[in-house]
């Protein structure tokens, strides 16, 4: 018999019975006709190829008994009026059958399964985008996509294996213990009957218990492939410190306990494939003795030898991966118990039933009276009151964590405020829908992260279906149309991943066109120069200059030098307004704003 073979299951989340009837409507869509028709016809070809599969060896046992006419029960037999080569021929297409209607049902539930993994899929992808700011920063973005990769594959899993292994199993059991009744006697149906029963709780504990052993070696394995990572990644560090010994020492230990561990399962396997093939061999070698005392008392004929053991060899194959299929059915249904906890999980910004399209008239924004919290302990904005009027261009300044940033969030509206409102040309952003409210901003963010396409994909990535004029029209207005075709591949050229191929002043310049082809009638900067260096900040705030123009604009800065020609400069200190006006105003005053722009020159002196 084949070894059994491992895999992890983790440890068991929900309920896998909730999880198979989230699974259900997928598979029998109240609204599809021709999927319904098409798991129909799979479960018939399935029962075809299951009495053609147990109805073989009837036509074994019959060419058997004509090849020894001497039998007097032979004889008897009425499949004998068609002979030994016409039965034995009989046998061949009863075999063919069996399987020729097993891959019927393959080829007809196919697009049944394929069907319901895309819907999965992309209903959590589509799911997760819905989930709010505050999820995503919680939780890894690897994590999730795991989530969403190991589900799909356990719905595929459970749908090949539960339907097409597990319950084709238990109808070829249930047949051919009808067939032994019917044929011999009960005491062939409660000899296998008890074998299968003890053969079924001896893999089903013995997996329990492997598993425990299994999940230990994984995780030495994952413990030794961390650390290996580890000091990788910190290549330069370790040789610093002269201390390659100490992270081979370090490894090895981990090893180590992987590798006592892989032998405590591979042991563990081989006891499992023994006691296995103990048992069957036993329930086969105890049937066989009963049809050969039948044989000599002459109640049996060779034949029914023979066939008794067709039977047996028949349903033994199947449970030979009993193990294997059940380990895997486990893993399926706690991967896509994550899978529907994901589903499940909340959307913490919705859009109120009856929400209204955004109408942009002039673009006037207002925080009115507002607070918020990211938590309740730890105020981020304390009735702050902004307004930008339209066409009016507001720099927003202050120290980390004065809430700057949290004001571009509540504008696109990632979080709802606590307190009071924020308003675009006096409607409630809670009152309109978010697609529409997040159409009318635009935003050049402190690092611009790109897509791992071509930089035409990325700059239309602002107004999908752009044309390819207008798309070097936002390029050239972003001053990047000039080095984008000084490129071998022109704007066909692959940024690689968060687009790493190009500078930061590049990446900024094509997330500025990207929004120039938006063309929203409201921009928010978010220190979107912060992280270059000076020449090329000077560059790119002449384009963010020209973009403004016409918009009303927020920007967000930690360096004064760059809002000094802000229509208005707000700052904030504590989640509050502290002091508002012009650059020059400011000065003047001597206050807040005055004592960072004196550090600040102070810095930028000391730095030259």
Do not use: C
Not at 474 to 486: G, V
């Amino acid at each position: 018999m084949p070894p059994s073979t491992d895999t992890l299951p983790p440890e068991p989340r929900g309920s896998g019975w909730r999880t198979i009837r989230k699974v259900a409507p997928y598979l029998w869509p109240a609204d599809n006709r021709e999927v319904r028709l098409r798991v129909v016809l799979a479960m018939a070809a399935l029962v075809v190829s299951k009495l053609a599969t147990v109805t073989t060896p009837f036509f074994f046992k019959a060419a058997v008994d004509g090849l020894a006419p001497e039998d007097p029960a032979a004889q008897a037999g009425f499949l004998l009026v068609a002979g030994p080569v016409a039965l034995t021929v009989f046998y061949g297409l009863m075999r063919l059958a069996g399987v020729g209607f097993a891959q019927l049902r393959d080829g007809i539930f196919a697009r049944v399964g394929q069907r319901a993994l895309r819907l999965l899929a992309m209903e959590t992808f589509r799911h997760i985008h819905a989930l709010s700011l505050r999820y995503h920063i919680t939780r890894k973005t690897g994590g999730l996509s795991r989530i969403i990769e190991r589900g799909v594959k356990g719905v595929d899993f459970l749908l090949r294996f539960l339907l097409f292994s597990i319950i084709p199993l238990i109808l070829e059991l249930a047949l051919v213990g009808a067939i032994l009744f019917w044929v011999f006697d009960i005491w062939y149906l409660a000899v296998v009957a008890v074998t299968i029963a003890l053969y079924v709780w001896f893999t089903f504990k013995v997996t329990e218990w492997r598993v425990q052993i299994r999940r230990r070696m994984n995780e030495r394995d994952q413990d030794a492939n961390q650390k290996a990572i580890d000091s990788l990644l910190n290549f330069e560090t370790v040789k610093y410190f002269n201390a390659e010994e100490r992270e081979v020492r370090r490894y090895d230990e981990s090893m180590a306990g992987y590798e006592a561990a892989a032998v405590k399962t591979g042991v563990s396997l081989a006891w499992l494939n023994f006691g296995q093939s103990l048992l069957i061999t036993a329930g086969l070698a105890a049937v066989m003795v009963m049809a050969a005392r039948g044989v000599q008392a002459g109640s049996l004929t060779v034949g029914d030898f023979v066939m008794v053991n067709a039977y047996m060899i028949q349903i033994t194959m199947p449970l030979n991966f009993l193990g294997t299929v059940y380990r895997e059915i486990r893993q399926s249904l706690v991967d896509m118990a994550a899978m529907f906890d994901l589903l499940g999980q909340p959307a913490e910004i919705e859009d109120r039933p009856g929400a209204a399209p955004l109408a942009v008239s002039g673009g006037r924004i207002e925080f009115r009276d507002v607070s918020f919290a990211y938590d309740t302990e730890r105020g981020i904005l304390r009735g702050l009151n902004l307004t930008v009027a339209p066409g009016e261009t507001v720099a927003v300044v202050g120290p980390s964590g004065s809430g700057k940033s949290t004001i571009g969030r509540l504008l696109f509206r990632f979080y709802d405020v606590r307190e009071g409102a924020v308003l675009i040309d006096g409607q409630d952003l809670r009152d309109v829908t978010q697609t529409s409210l997040r159409a009318e901003i635009g935003m050049v963010p402190q690092d611009t992260v790109l897509f791992n396409d071509t930089i035409r994909y990325n700059i239309a990535y602002g107004r999908p279906g752009a044309s390819r004029e207008q798309i070097e029209a936002a390029a050239r207005a972003a001053q990047i149309h000039d080095f984008i075709r000084s490129l071998p591949e022109g704007y066909d050229t692959v940024v690689g991943e968060r687009g790493l191929k190009l500078s930061g002043g590049e990446k900024q310049r094509v997330g500025i066109a990207r929004t120039l082809l938006k063309d929203p009638p409201i921009l928010l900067l978010d220190e979107a120069t912060s992280a270059l260096d000076t020449e090329t900040e000077r560059d790119i705030q002449d384009s963010l200059r020209r973009m403004g123009e016409g918009r009303s604009v927020i920007t967000i800065a930690h360096r004064l030098s760059t809002v000094v020609d802000a229509d208005r400069i707000v700052v904030l200190e504590g989640g509050e307004v502290a002091e508002e006006g012009t650059h020059e105003a400011l000065l003047a005053r001597r206050g807040r704003y005055a004592r960072m722009w004196a550090r600040q020159a102070a810095e930028r002196e000391n730095a030259a």
